[in-house]
């Protein structure tokens, strides 16, 4: 069983930049392809982007593709999220979660409904 710690959000300025950091226990962390989702006041968690575990291949939502990068370090268990020209729409809570396909899903609905804590990002404006 993989269990994953989100952290690393925190107050920022519009323009800034923020790295989050899912940490995952267990052996079997590399068996997964990874996501990021978020999930805003008032409104339904939404994915973010994703990497495949098979070719390390990224998916990105529209709002944050070339603003946002994924990546993982399969030797420290550790997924990023790299976040740059953040925006004050980027404000919402963070979470990470694994899915076992190669090719990962960019619905929410369709990943392990098993969330962490996640972490907040607040973008002042």
């Known amino acids: 069983q993989v269990q994953l710690v989100e952290s690393g959000g925190g107050l920022v300025q519009a323009g800034g930049s923020l790295r989050l950091s899912c940490a995952a226990s267990g052996r079997t962390y590399s068996v997964y392809s990874m996501g990021w989702f978020r999930q805003a006041p008032g409104k339904e968690r939404e994915f973010v982007a994703a990497?495949?575990?098979?070719?390390?291949?990224?998916y990105y939502a529209a709002a944050v593709k070339g603003r946002f990068t994924i990546s993982r370090d399969n030797a420290q268990n550790t997924l990023y999220l790299q976040m740059n020209s953040l925006k004050p729409e980027d404000t919402a809570v963070y979470y990470c979660?694994?899915?076992?396909?190669?090719?990962?899903?960019?619905?929410?609905?369709?990943?392990?409904?098993?969330w962490g804590q996640g972490t907040q990002v607040t973008v002042s404006s």
């Open positions: 990497i495949s575990r098979y070719d390390d291949t990224t």
């Open positions: 979660n694994k899915d076992p396909r190669a090719i990962p899903p960019t619905t929410t609905s369709q990943w392990d409904n098993n």
